[in-house]
Structures are given as C-alpha cells and as structure tokens.
C-alpha cells in the first residue's frame, strides 16, 4: 500500500471526540511523527504536517522540518525528496533567501521531472516556480505559469494544486486592481464542491474574494463573505488566514463608518502574525494599521507605522509588497496636509508602478487569459463531441460487422476533422498573437525614435538659439520665440511617451503631471502666483489616448494664461462630484472677447486645437473669458 494512502487512513480512523476538540488532520499527523512505527511513516506523517504550515506557530513548523531533514537521511525517496523540497522552499521565502528556495526548487525537479510515478510531488514544486514570478511581480509571466498548473491539475485531479493556482492568479489580478477579473477566479475556488475524501482549506481563497468586493465598495458582500472566511479559518486552525481575515473585516468596518471596531480587529491580526513569524505578513498588516491611523487623524503614528513596515519590505526583498507602505504614507500625508511628502510618496508610487509595467501589461494580460478561455472552451467541445461519438457506438454495437466498420471509420474521421479544425483554430490564435506582438513592437520602436530623433532635434535647437542669442543680442526676439517651440516639442515628446507607456492612465498620475507643470512654471515665471487646489480621485482609470490630449489641453491653457494674459496669479483646480472629474485653468488677467477671437481665421489662443482635441478623445471642454475678468478653461471627464 501506498504509504501517504496509509497515513491518510490513519487520520481518518481517530476517535470522533478527538475531532471535536482539535483539528483532527494536525493532531493526528503530530501523533503519528512521534509514534510512527517506523522512520518511513514518521516522515511522511511530518512531510504532511509541513503542508499545513499557515495552522501552526512558525517556530513548531520549523522542528518538524528539521525533524524531516533527520529522517531523510534514513528514508531516501524521490516523493520525499520532493515532498520536502517544497516545505524548505517555504522556509528559506520566509527568512528573505528567495535564490535558495529558487535555486532547491529548480534542481529537484531537473533530478526528478521524468519520474512518472510522483507526478503529484513534481506540479507542486513547477506551482512553487510559477509562484516565485507571482512573488517578483512579475504578473504576466506569473499568470501564464498559473494557467498551465491549472490544466495540468485538472488533467491530474489534483485539486488542491487546482486551488492554490486559481489562487495565485486572482492574487495576480487583485494586486492590479483587477478586481472584477480577480473575483471570477477566487469564485472558482470558494463555490468548489468538496470533493470526496478531500479536505480543501479555502479560508485564504475567501478572504480574498472578500477584499475585491470591499475595494469595489460591495460591503455587504464583503461583510458576508469574510465573516465566512473568518469561522472558515477558526474552524480550520488557519493561523495565517485568521490574521488576515482580522485586517479585512478591520478595513471593511473603515469603509462603512464603524472606525471604533478596527483597531482592535488589526492589533489581533499583528499578534498573530508575529506568533507565527512571518515579516512579509507583518509588515502588511502594519500597513493597514498605518492606514487606519490615516483616517482617525492619528499622523505621526500613521506615518511611523508605515515606515516600519516599508523598512521591513525593502529589507526582505519584497518588491511588489511596498506599494502597501507607500500608500499608507500617501493617506496619512494626504490627510494631514502635508503636500510636499504627499507629491514625494505619489512620485515613488508612479515609478514603482512603471518598473513592473514592462512585464504586466493589461494587453499581454488580457491575451493570456483569452488564449485560455479559447483552449478550455477548444477542450469542452472536443470533450463534448467525443462523448457523442462513444454513446454513438454504444447504441449501435450490435450492429452488423459492415455497420460497425463503418462505425468506426466514421469516427476517426471525425477525429481526423476535429483535429483538423484544432489545428487551424491554433494556428489562427497564434497568427493573432503575432500582430499583437508586431504591433507592440512597432509602438516602442516609434516611441524610440521618437526619444532618439525628435528629442535630439530638440536639444539641438535649444543648444543653437542659445548660442545664437548670445552672438547677436538683435535677434533676441527671434531666437527667444526658436527656444519656445524647442521646449514646448519636448514638452509633447515627453507627454507623448509617458501615454505610450500604457493603456490606461490613473487620474493621480495626470494629476501629478499637472502639479508638475505648475511648479516648473513657476519657477521660470516668478511675477505669477501658480496655485494647485484639490486631488484627483482615487478611483479614475483614464485611457492613455485621453489622458494625454488632457495634460496637452492643460499645458496650452496654462502656457495661454501666461504668454497673453499678462495674469498675477494662474490656478490648477481639481474636484469631483456626481461621477465626473473636473479640471479648470483660471487666471486674474484681461481676458479676452471670446466671441471674437472665435471667428478670427489666425488663432492665437489655439482654441480650434483644444476643441480638436477635446472633440477626437469625448472630453467635454468649456471656455469662458471676458476683456478684464480673466479666463477660465474647464476639462470633464
């Protein structure tokens, strides 16, 4: 008898008041490493034990793998040795030393990839290689090795892999704030059936589903679906998920006003995560206590939290994790008023977000997950009509010879177009991801040469009328008006490739570029008061096509106010209300007759390209300017 089968068979026949009282699973395997009748069984007892390492205090974790590492020295198997592969992996992610997890990971199943008799040792260390890419953020590649472990699972049945993938791929999509696309995924885990003679952990799976649904303000759901995952993890002995759901329910109560709850709720979730010993989940939690701190007005504690916590990321090497930091410090910030850090923490945030760029684009992110749904759906109808073919045969198999000759030619002949038809239909999806790929291609090389000509171009005509004005003081007028399209070209070209970068653009970052401008403005043009009023909202996702003629429409009224308004004083103002975002541009100067300029053929406001661009990207634009009032510019979106 297979001897995991046999230790399985174990933990089920424990006595039934045992049960009540302990998690049976756990309690059980502690008894048989113990007491195992020998060296063999005790291991793969503590082996199972090592699997269950979010229900036990780290410390007890870490015994039972040095007990493991003992035994192996006696019992010496390809399922051991991978078996505990994945368990040291753990440990060595725990302590900070990801290229030795990465590094026992990839050389034990170099040594054993062609044992076909550990298929299921072998998908858990190829899930722990795809996780690593999730942990790097490295999403794209990340979601891509995730969805070949959940085919390979389902081929398997091997449903507990099934979950922990379909896991890492919601965990994917919600780090991006993907969260309608993220809550499909954990959907998938949490409305599982159990399976017969399986027990699935799933109290990680719906906290998580209960996190995207508080983030896109579903509450009640939200409340509904972590009080599950809480008695979930309870009922489990889920040390982890407990923390974790602590912090979530702690974050929802924020959100619908009953702020006296959380704090209790989030010092719960750091005892317990120090309990168990895990820095990256400690510092998480430390974040949102540091958002917490945010909105009862509690600054400097916010910020000293946030601090620690961002300290304890970079020192552990965790990338992605300190966006949560920095946007416990950008609350605080914000709340306290406090512009120039807050301008500082959005300006770190953005470049965070433009380094992981590259390798997770929405585009990139997208193709995979049709490309999946297309071999799944490609999979289901091949299934479909095979099954038809069988109950075919079925009916007809007391047939005469002749007729079931035919029979069976008629199926392979099916067979033979259904293959057929696979193969155009893969051979049509990678002739799609070929354009997309040449498209992509063709859009960094226009921007490069973008970068490398125009810029350079650029440069040079700034460069020359300098050195022309300093020649020839008579041709200052000239040479001031030459410098003046030089900026203003690199100015596009900057804003023109920021845009490219992505698909769509945060309305925090436009804004940001705005703020920017501003100050960049003001330093130049000292006689005019630049003033920012307001944010951007949090939540506007703006597609980068729009939100470049925003910042260019922008740009030209601010530059508008200065070259002909002969203004004191320039305003940036943002606010937000019934769903729309609002920006004006308003100064103090002459102002203009508006009707009049309107029918001027030479437009030296460049009114007609504002409403061009204002047109051609759905923004709604209003100017108003009378001689002596000043001029106000407003963009909605």
């Not at 993220?182 to 799976?205: D, G, S, T, Y």
């Not at 579903?218 to 009922?235: F, H, N, P, R, V």
């Not at 043009?525 to 429409?553: C, H, Q, R, W």
Request: glycine share 4%.
């Amino acid at each position: 008898m297979n001897r995991f089968l046999f230790v399985l068979l174990l933990l089920f026949s424990v006595n039934k008041k045992q049960c009540i009282a302990q998690t049976p699973k756990i309690d059980s395997l502690k008894k048989i490493s113990y007491s195992g009748k020998d060296a063999s069984t005790r291991l793969e007892a503590i082996l199972l034990l090592l699997r269950e390492s979010d229900s036990m205090p780290f410390e007890e974790w870490v015994r039972f793998l040095n007990d493991a590492e003992a035994l192996l020295k006696q019992v010496n198997t390809p399922a051991t040795n991978c078996a505990f592969a994945f368990s040291k992996s753990k440990y060595f992610i725990s302590n900070g030393n990801a290229d030795s997890a990465r590094y026992l990971v990839s050389s034990t199943l170099e040594k054993y990839k062609t044992d076909n008799t550990i298929k299921q040792q072998l998908l858990l260390l190829e899930f722990r290689l795809a996780a690593f890419l999730v942990d790097d953020g490295k999403y794209k590649d990340g979601i891509e090795a995730m969805l070949t472990i959940v085919k390979k699972a389902e081929e398997q049945k091997d449903n507990k892999v099934w979950c922990y993938a379909c896991n890492s791929i919601g965990f994917c999509y919600m780090d991006m704030g993907r969260y309608d696309e993220a809550i499909v995924w954990f959907k998938k885990v949490v409305q599982l059936k159990v399976f017969p003679n399986e027990r699935l952990n799933i109290a990680k799976e719906i906290n998580n589903l209960a996190s995207c649904l508080n983030n896109i303000k579903q509450y009640d759901s939200a409340l509904y679906y972590i009080t599950m995952g809480i008695e979930k993890a309870k009922a489990e002995q889920n040390l982890r998920a407990l923390a974790n759901g602590y912090n979530i329910k702690a974050d929802i109560l924020i959100n619908i006003g009953q702020k006296e709850k959380a704090e209790a709720l989030l010092m719960q979730a750091i005892n317990i995560r120090k309990q168990i010993g895990n820095a990256d989940f400690i510092a998480s939690d430390m974040a949102q206590l540091s958002i917490y701190y945010a909105t009862i007005g509690q600054y400097e504690k916010g910020i000293s939290t946030a601090n620690e916590a961002l300290k304890i990321f970079n020192e552990n090497k965790l990338i992605t994790k300190t966006m949560f930091a920095y946007e416990a410090l950008r609350l605080n910030y914000k709340n306290k008023g406090d512009n120039k850090n807050y301008a500082f923490v959005l300006e770190k945030m953005l470049a965070l977000k433009d380094s992981l760029y590259t390798t997770n684009s929405a585009e990139a992110l997208t193709e995979l997950q049709q490309k999946f749904e297309v071999e799944k759906k490609e999979k289901t109808i091949a299934q479909q009509q095979l099954d038809l073919v069988k109950r075919k045969i079925l009916l007809y198999s007391a047939a005469i010879g002749t007729l079931f000759l035919l029979l069976i030619f008629g199926y392979r002949f099916k067979k033979y177009q259904q293959k057929q038809k696979l193969l155009a239909e893969e051979k049509r999806i990678q002739n799609e991801l070929a354009v997309k790929d040449a498209a992509e291609k063709e859009r960094k090389r226009i921007a490069a040469e973008l970068h490398d000509n125009l810029g350079v171009q650029a440069n040079a005509i700034l460069h020359n009328s300098t050195l022309l004005n300093r020649a020839n003081e008579n041709q200052q007028a000239v040479v001031e008006d030459l410098q003046d399209t030089a900026k203003e070209m690199l100015l596009n070209l900057r804003e023109t490739l920021w845009a490219m970068k992505t698909s769509d653009v945060p309305a925090t970052d436009l804004w940001l570029r705005i703020i920017n401008f501003m100050k960049q403005m003001g330093r130049h043009y000292t006689a005019i008061n630049f003033k920012i009023e307001g944010e951007a909202p949090d939540d506007f996702i703006i597609p980068s096509s729009k939100a470049l003629n925003m910042v260019l429409m922008l740009q030209e009224a601010v530059n508008n106010a200065v070259k002909h308004a002969a203004a004191t004083e320039i305003k940036a103002t943002s606010n937000t209300a019934a769903n729309e975002w609002r920006i004006a541009i308003s100064d103090n100067g002459k102002g203009f007759n508006l009707p009049l300029v309107k029918t001027e053929k030479k437009d030296s406001y460049g009114l007609g390209n504002m409403q061009e661009r204002a047109t051609a990207s759905a923004i709604s634009l209003s100017i108003s300017s009378e001689t002596g009032n000043g001029t106000s510019v407003i963009l909605t979106i």
